[in-house]
Structure formats: structure tokens, C-alpha cells
């Protein structure tokens, strides 16, 4: 077995493409996490864009209905898997190890397999475009609208497997994460000291392995119904479509807190930050995320209220939302509370992290109008939902997602993305925000359905949905903004490592880190451990303007890149494709995945000193 | 991996890959408990036959179990061997645990063709169709069970293994008996407790 390995020498350089392609530092899988979702969302936000072009005139048709179809579920398809979750991984990668005071996650090579499985499933699942057979049965494809005789072609197919090859990636990070938070923390970083973004990742984390072997179930048995004869979720055989339903919001539900609770991590870094004092009330923020956690998993069929479960099941599944309504109420007042009486500064990314709160507020409100049951009845299915679930993850997720990339931005690459052009970006993005989701609120409660791909004009929604769509004008004219600013940086200044005069760990190093993160494991004073130490400098009458000294890297082992993780991830895109067209190539994919499994297991972590 | 530092700090004392192999053992019950429950709901839902009472046999199935069960046993003496650096127990039990393993999938193979040929099949009657998705994974878990063992028997055989790495042996150890305690579970609810299901509990459309 060794003549593999030596079949493929170990590859040492950092330099160029093959550096990035064999990279397992953190850092660097953070940033190409970053930018693959950010393509996505751009791609994303194109469908949205058709979807709101159709939608702008009564009685349109710039596109077909199969084609509207195929739009909305692309469009929610990407941003919740390809785009939310992984920009939050990608916050993950590049914070947590800095944030603990770690060199790197507890399993760097595992770390970059999660990446490229996650690059080649969601380039499987845009294959459907090339080949035309794109999903179109909505995110949640309810069966059996998802069976064979109402989708003829090989759309949801693609859907499925895509789905199955990014959950294994999703996981795989996953525990990762658990193990990097629990067992790499550095001395004096106690749990209660954890910074509030470590306390939700590991939440995240956790309901991640829990929640996606649910749907990798109803996956599987979809996939099998469609290829392979079985009868699930077909009625006429005595299947039932309502399983799906509860195998997809068993793990939907605890996914909308993998959606929001990372960016109200991101969030509890910022406010505390530009407020100048510590956060509010750390141990009810950390205590309220742990039982949003747990009691994700009691109201997922609020999601199913007019499926006709009775009303014993709609009664316990309204309390029950109503009452997670009440960790996350005590959320939005700790970080209101941590405002109180603080030095703000309105820098961009607290403007996003002030925008989350306001936002978030208004999609919580609307959540709480639709965990009441018979209120419900009205709202299912209508544009009320689609403006809720924009308020939480566009409101929510994509503002918190903003406020971080402009927190960290300076952290990562050294220079800083510029505040002005950054405030034109956030009052964009805010206003372009609620133009277009606002109007859905009464488009909703008129009556319009959701998921239609034109209405008459006798409606009277017309005018409203004008108003969204010039809505989305506005932010796609914000993204450019956006674009533009991460774009200028290269000729921008480089900053000091501190440059926001912030508490956390990361802060303490270099900008951008050195590959060895923390030349010395440093020893954690406290919750806000920066700003202690900043201040214990102060008060010996000396200023810290210097990050921790740069040392020799060659004198810090540290895990070397490695070809296999690549190799190993196209095993399983392999796999993967060969269901989606022949078993043959499945099965060289199996092979490949056997000869990847083979040659990690017998390459050291780290290459022998003696290689350097 | 193998070569790995032993001695890496850890803030909870406990070992990486020890701890992640446990939250992937967390995550894998919610996979098969997934699988159960698409058994349970569809538990006397079948349209048409074979039903459970038809054909499944308990007291063949209680000798693969018994089989497996025993494998546990095996690589609990594979872990022991490997502690007390014994080389040829550590071979020889690791080569028995995986071919207890393999005995079971031989009754499996054996059982799967006989159903098939009672006109058991996926695509019959929901009772195959979850009952074959089911075990069929858990066969398959048993399957990558072996294969991993005679991995570290040749490991194994090259001396790589002992009390210094025994951790490698103890993973397989935790794997292997979680997929046993899965099978224990499937035994109860589909061959002790449903195996004498007949045909719908209420007629189609009642």
C-alpha cells in the first residue's frame, strides 16, 4: 500500500494553482469557500431577477411556467445549500481556528475534502442547465409531485443525488467544527469564554450531523422511488407523500437555525465591537442559542399546519413555535441591550449588524403571525410566507453574512474594504431590501399565491409587484457596489492588525495571518481576552500597537498539503454523475474513492521534518 | 493516520478522532432512525403481498444475529490483544471478527434471495421496499465493517499495530459494535415484533 503514496509525491509548494488545489489551511479553504458561494449567489440572484421580470407585468410571458418552475427552484435550491450555508462554513473556516487560538482544525485534510465535495455537488446540480433537465418542484419538492410520471425528465434526479453529495460534505465539516471547538480551544479559553460566533457554530455543527441524516433518508428513498421501483411516497401503491413532508421538515426546521444562528454569531462579534463594551447578558445569548437548538426540533410541522394533521398535532405545534419565539425575543434584547449606553460607531459592518436586528425583527414578526394555526390557514402557500422568509434569511443570514465580511475582510486579506463605498453599498442593499420584499406582505394577504408564474391584471396586484421588481433593481445595483469594493481593494493600503480595536483572539496576530496562525499558543485572559490584554498594557503605561512577532515558519510543524483530498472528492462526484448517467462511471468513482481512502490512510498528517 | 501524534494536546483530554468517530456515530443514529421510522409508518401498509408472516424465517435470523453478536466478541478480544501487544492474537482476532462479519452477510445474501424468489422485491409492496432500503444499509454498513477490519489485520500483520496505537483498533471497535446494536434494534421491530404482521391492518380504503 506505500507504493501509492509514493506513486504521487507529496506536493510541497505553497505557490500557485497546485498551492491552492493541495491547500488544508484553513485560511485558505475559508476564502475558497467564500468565493465558490459567492458565484453561486450571483447565479442565484440572476434566477431571482428572471423571476421578478416575469412577475412585473400582469398576464406576462417573457418565460414559460416550466420554465418560472425551474427558476424558483433553483433559486432557493442555491442560496439555502450552496450559498447561506456556505458562506457561513466559510466564516467557520477562516474565524473559528482564530477565534480558539488554534493553528488549524483538528482534521485540515478532512477540512478540504468537505470543500471540494461541496465545489463538485454544486457543479453537478448546474450540470442540469447543459443537459436542460433542471429541478422544478420547489426546495422542498413535495411528493408526489417529485415521481415519475409528474417529472418526466432527469431534473429531479439531479436535484436529489446533487443534494446527497453536498449533505455528505456538509457533515464531514461538520464534525470537523465539533472536534476543532471542543478540543482545540487554547488554555484559558473556557467554554463560558467562547466567543458567541464559536458557541453557535458548534450548535450549528451539531444540529448539522443530526439533521442531515434525516433528509439524506427521504434522499435516498426519492431517488430509489424514481430509479429503482420502489413505491414511498406514491399513494396509488400505498406510499404517502405526507412522510416526505415529515422526513423534510424534521431536518428543514433545525436547517433554518443552521441559516440564521451562525450570522447572530457574526452578529454578537459586531455590536459589542463598535458599541465599545461587552456584550449583554453572554450566558442568556449562549443558553438562548443552545435551546433554539433543542427546541428546533419540536416545531416542524408548523410547516405542514394545513396538510390536515388534526388539531391536537396543529395545537402542540403552535405552542410550541410560540414558545421558540421566546429564546430568540431574548436574543434581539441582549443585543439591544449591549447598544445601551455604548460608544457607537457607525462603521459599514455594524450598520449590516444594526440592519440584521431591525430586519430580523420584522421576518420574527411575521413568523410569529404564521405559528398561530388558523391564522396560518390564511397565510400558507401565499406571498406573506415568501416575504417572511426573506426578512429571516435575506434580513437576517445575508445582512449578517455582509456585517462579516466587512469585520473580517481586513483580518483575512490585510487590507481594508472602503467605509464609504460601503455605506452607499448598505443603504442599497437595506432600501433595495424592503422595496422588494415589503410590498409581499400585502401582495400575500390580497390573496396571491405563491410559486405563480403570472396573474391576471383584474387581480390589482399589479402594482405592487412592480414595486418589488424595481426593488430588485436596487439590489442588484448594491451587489455591483459590493463587487466594485471587495474589486478596489488591491490598490488599497494595508492595515494594522487591530484595525477596529476589537476583543477577540484573532485580532492579536498579523494581517493576514501567518500560515502557523499563532506563533506562541497564547493564554486566554478572558471573554474579551484583546481587550484585556489591551488594557492591562494601558494600565502598565504602555500601548500594544504590534501583532504578535512573525517567527521562521519552518520552525512550526505544521499539516502539509496534500493531493488526496481532491482526488478522494472527485471519487465521489463520480459517484454521484454515474447515477445521474451510467452506473460504470459510479463505479470508477467507487474505485477512485477506495484508492483516496487508501493513500490518506497511509500519508502522515504532516510530511517528516526533513522535508522542509 | 496511523503515525499520527499521540501525545497532541487536546483541550478535553480526549482524542480527535475519538471524539469525532463518536459524533458520527450520533449522526449515523439519526440515519438509520430514519430508515426505522419509514418502517414503522409503512408497518401493515402493504397493498398487496408477500406480507412479513409469509415469509420471514425468526429462528434462521436468530443464528446470523447470534453470529454477529459473537463477532462483537471477537473484537472486543481483537482490542484486548492489541493493548497486551499481541501480535498473533491481534491478527487472528481481528481475522475472526471479520469473517463472523462475513458469515452474517452470507445469511444476508441468502435471505434476500430467498425473499426474491417468495416475490419479495423493491417495487412489490412497501413492505419491501422499506424493508429491503433498511437492511440493506445496515448490510452495507456491515460490509464497509469488514472491509475496514482486514485493512488493519494486514496492518496488523505488519506489525504497525499495538498498545501504542491502539486507538486505530478501537475506532473499528466503536463502529463495529454501534452497526451490531443497530441490528439488534432492526432484529426486535422487524423480524421479533414484525415478523407475523399479515396483510393490511385496514382494508384499502377503509
Keep these: 500500500m506505500a507504493s501509492i503514496t509514493s506513486v504521487i509525491p507529496r506536493p510541497t509548494s505553497y505557490a500557485g494553482i497546485w498551492g491552492w488545489i493541495t491547500t488544508v489551511d484553513h485560511k485558505r479553504i475559508g476564502v475558497l469557500y467564500g468565493l465558490t458561494a459567492f458565484v453561486f449567489l450571483l447565479i442565484a440572484g440572476l434566477e431571482a431577477g428572471v423571476i421578478r421580470m416575469q412577475l412585473a407585468s400582469a398576464d406576462n410571458d417573457f418565460i414559460s411556467a416550466g420554465r418560472f418552475n425551474q427558476m424558483f427552484t433553483m433559486h432557493a435550491t442555491t442560496m439555502v445549500f450552496m450559498v447561506i450555508m456556505p458562506l457561513s462554513v466559510s466564516f467557520f473556516n477562516i474565524v473559528i481556528p482564530l477565534a480558539i487560538g488554534a493553528r488549524d482544525v483538528a482534521f485540515p485534510r478532512l477540512n478540504a475534502l468537505s470543500f471540494w465535495i461541496f465545489l463538485f455537488g454544486g457543479i453537478l446540480m448546474h450540470m442540469s442547465f447543459i443537459v436542460d433537465q433542471v429541478p422544478d418542484a420547489g426546495w422542498f419538492s413535495y411528493a408526489n409531485l417529485t415521481e415519475k410520471p409528474f417529472s418526466v425528465n432527469r431534473g429531479l434526479d439531479f436535484w436529489a443525488i446533487s443534494l446527497l453529495v453536498m449533505g455528505t460534505s456538509s457533515v464531514a465539516g461538520a464534525l470537523n467544527f465539533i472536534v476543532t471547538i471542543l478540543n482545540l480551544r487554547a488554555p484559558g479559553m473556557s467554554m463560558m469564554r467562547m466567543p458567541v460566533f464559536v458557541w453557535m457554530t458548534l450548535i450549528t455543527s451539531i444540529l448539522l450531523v443530526l439533521a442531515f441524516p434525516v433528509i439524506t433518508v427521504g434522499l435516498i428513498e426519492l431517488v430509489m422511488d424514481r430509479n429503482f421501483g420502489t413505491h414511498f411516497f406514491i399513494p396509488a401503491e400505498g406510499g404517502d407523500p405526507v412522510l416526505w413532508q415529515h422526513l423534510f421538515w424534521v431536518f428543514g426546521h433545525p436547517e433554518v437555525y443552521i441559516l440564521i444562528l451562525p450570522p447572530m454569531g457574526i452578529v454578537s462579534e459586531i455590536l459589542p465591537t463598535f458599541s465599545r463594551k461587552p456584550l449583554f447578558g453572554y450566558p442568556f445569548i449562549v443558553f438562548s442559542g443552545i435551546v433554539i437548538g433543542i427546541m428546533g426540533w419540536a416545531v416542524w410541522s408548523h410547516h405542514m399546519f394545513t396538510v390536515g394533521l388534526g388539531p391536537v398535532a396543529n395545537s402542540v405545534f403552535t405552542i410550541t413555535t410560540m414558545l421558540i419565539a421566546v429564546p430568540t425575543g431574548v436574543k434581539i434584547f441582549n443585543w439591544i441591550g449591549t447598544l445601551w449606553r455604548g460608544s457607537i460607531e457607525f462603521t459599514t459592518a455594524m450598520m449590516f449588524a444594526l440592519g440584521f436586528v431591525a430586519l430580523f425583527i420584522v421576518g420574527g414578526l411575521s413568523g410569529v403571525s404564521h405559528a398561530v394555526s388558523p391564522s396560518d390557514f390564511q397565510q400558507q402557500d401565499t406571498y406573506y410566507i415568501v416575504a417572511h422568509i426573506h426578512y429571516v434569511l435575506f434580513g437576517g443570514s445575508m445582512f449578517g453574512i455582509f456585517a462579516g465580511v466587512y469585520y473580517w475582510f481586513p483580518k483575512i486579506t490585510g487590507k481594508m474594504l472602503d467605509e464609504t463605498l460601503g455605506k452607499i453599498n448598505f443603504w442599497l442593499i437595506f432600501i433595495g431590501m424592503n422595496l422588494t420584499f415589503f410590498p409581499m406582505h400585502f401582495l400575500g394577504l390580497n390573496g396571491m399565491p405563491r410559486r405563480i408564474y403570472t396573474y391576471s391584471a383584474e387581480f390589482g396586484w399589479e402594482n405592487l409587484n412592480q414595486l418589488a421588481s424595481a426593488g430588485y433593481v436596487v439590489l442588484f445595483i448594491g451587489m455591483l457596489v459590493f463587487m466594485y469594493n471587495m474589486w478596489q481593494t488591491r490598490n488599497s493600503r494595508r492595515v494594522s492588525h487591530d484595525p477596529w480595536d476589537a476583543p477577540g483572539v484573532e485580532w492579536t496576530i498579523s494581517s493576514p495571518p501567518p500560515p502557523y496562525n499563532f506563533a506562541e499558543i497564547p493564554q486566554i485572559l478572558g471573554r474579551d481576552h484583546y481587550w484585556i490584554v489591551k488594557e492591562n498594557a494601558e494600565a502598565a503605561g504602555t500601548r500594544i500597537m504590534e501583532p504578535e512577532a512573525l517567527v521562521d515558519p519552518s520552525s512550526i510543524h505544521m499539516p502539509s498539503p496534500s493531493y488526496w483530498p481532491i482526488f478522494t472528492a472527485v471519487g465521489v462526484a463520480l459517484i454521484g454523475g454515474g447515477l445521474l448517467s451510467h452506473y460504470a462511471i459510479s463505479f470508477v468513482g467507487g474505485v477512485i474513492v477506495i484508492m483516496g481512502v487508501i493513500g490518506w490512510g497511509n500519508e502522515p498528517a504532516a510530511a517528516p521534518s526533513d522535508h522542509h | ?206
Design chain 2, 1 to 206: 493516520m496511523a503515525h499520527a501524534v499521540e501525545h497532541e494536546y487536546t483541550t478535553t483530554g480526549l482524542n480527535h478522532r475519538k471524539m469525532l468517530m463518536w459524533v458520527f456515530l450520533g449522526s449515523d443514529c439519526l440515519f438509520f432512525g430514519s430508515l426505522i421510522a419509514t418502517y414503522m409508518v409503512y408497518r401493515g401498509q402493504s397493498l398487496v403481498g408477500p406480507y412479513p408472516v409469509d415469509i420471514i424465517d425468526v429462528p434462521l435470523t436468530t443464528i446470523s444475529t447470534f453470529v454477529l453478536l459473537m463477532s462483537s466478541f471477537a473484537m472486543v478480544q481483537a482490542l484486548a490483544a492489541t493493548n497486551a501487544d499481541n501480535k498473533r492474537g491481534i491478527v487472528s482476532w481481528l481475522l475472526a471478527t471479520a469473517f463472523l462479519g462475513a458469515i452474517f452477510i452470507g445469511f444476508q445474501i441468502y435471505e434476500f434471495n430467498a425473499f426474491k424468489n417468495e416475490g419479495l422485491t423493491l417495487g412489490g409492496n412497501l413492505f419491501g421496499a422499506s424493508f429491503f432500503t433498511l437492511t440493506g444499509f445496515h448490510g452495507a454498513h456491515v460490509t464497509l465493517g469488514i472491509i475496514w477490519l482486514l485493512a488493519m489485520a494486514v496492518l496488523g500483520a505488519k506489525g504497525r499495530l499495538g498498545s501504542k496505537t491502539s486507538l486505530d483498533v478501537e475506532l473499528v471497535g466503536l463502529y463495529w459494535h454501534f452497526v451490531d446494536i443497530v441490528w439488534i434494534v432492526i432484529f426486535t421491530l422487524l423480524y421479533l415484533i414484525g415478523g407475523f404482521d399479515a396483510g393490511p391492518a385496514v382494508p384499502p380504503g377503509g
